[in-house]
């Protein structure tokens, strides 16, 4: 195992899945029946009230997550929330290898574009073995290589209006097909370790995984790494986008910070 960065203690990376395992059900429940309940959000709320509080405190922004070797990959890597999108659009996309994909990014930025999986690829990349932490209370250890976003945001230039990037999916969550999508903010877009991940375990992702691309932002929880990204738009707040707090399970209750 590598020797991480001493601020990044483990234990405390596991306080919050610990704290909501001891809150009974969690192991067992999924996202979607957590967040229909009246006891969890309230209960998620209020501990990443205290990780963020907490996190600022002891951990710079820019500190990295631990990251480990190959013999610390876990034989299989499940997939959290939806394993193949019921898209027609998106199953075009499965259908053709993703050979026409197109990320578009829009918003704040001086040169909006898109880009192609290939112009994807070809950007500055990073490759890192890092542990998945879902909400769920299960982990797993992957390998994973993508674009560094920090690399992408450089090539459309943000304006200084800028707070957020918004990552807009193509996984519909319910039967009115809402889609969803999530945000961090520029200090974790603009981190060492946030990937647009095309590759796990020296593999494509596979689309239980999140294909073509998925984000991995590795000091939070799983819920704020969105998988089929469709698109991305930086903004300055959340007022017109959604529920209007930052993500589809932060509209349902969900705390916008999942630090851990």
Not at 166 to 191: L, R
């Amino acid at each position: 195992m590598k020797k991480s960065d001493p601020s990044n203690d483990p234990a405390r990376r596991k306080f919050l899945l610990r704290a909501l395992a001891a809150c009974g059900s969690v192991l067992l429940a999924g996202c979607d029946r957590l967040s229909r309940t009246e006891w969890f959000p309230p209960i998620l709320k209020s501990a990443e009230k205290l990780t963020q509080a907490a996190q600022k405190l002891v951990t710079p922004r820019a500190s990295m997550a631990q990251e480990f070797d190959v013999a610390d990959l876990s034989p299989t890597f499940r997939s959290n929330g939806t394993a193949n999108p019921s898209n027609r659009f998106y199953q075009m996309l499965v259908a053709n290898g993703f050979a026409t994909y197109q990320l578009k990014v829009s918003g704040l930025v001086a040169h909006p574009r898109t880009f192609s999986l290939e112009e994807l690829r070809a950007l500055p990349s990073r490759t890192q073995i890092t542990r998945h932490d879902c909400v769920e209370g299960w982990s797993a250890i992957g390998k994973w290589k993508g674009a560094r976003l920090s690399a992408l945001l450089d090539s459309v230039a943000p304006t200084p209006e800028a707070r957020y990037v918004v990552f807009y999916c193509a996984d519909p969550m319910d039967e009115a097909g809402t889609k969803y999508y999530e945000s961090i903010d520029m200090d974790d877009a603009y981190h060492l370790q946030t990937l647009l991940a095309y590759e796990l375990n020296d593999k494509a992702l596979p689309v239980a995984n999140g294909a073509p691309v998925r984000l991995r932002v590795e000091r939070q929880l799983g819920y704020k790494m969105p998988k089929y990204i469709m698109a991305l738009e930086l903004v300055s707040s959340f007022d017109k986008i959604g529920g209007g707090k930052g993500g589809y399970w932060e509209d349902e209750g969900y705390e916008w910070y999942a630090g851990i």
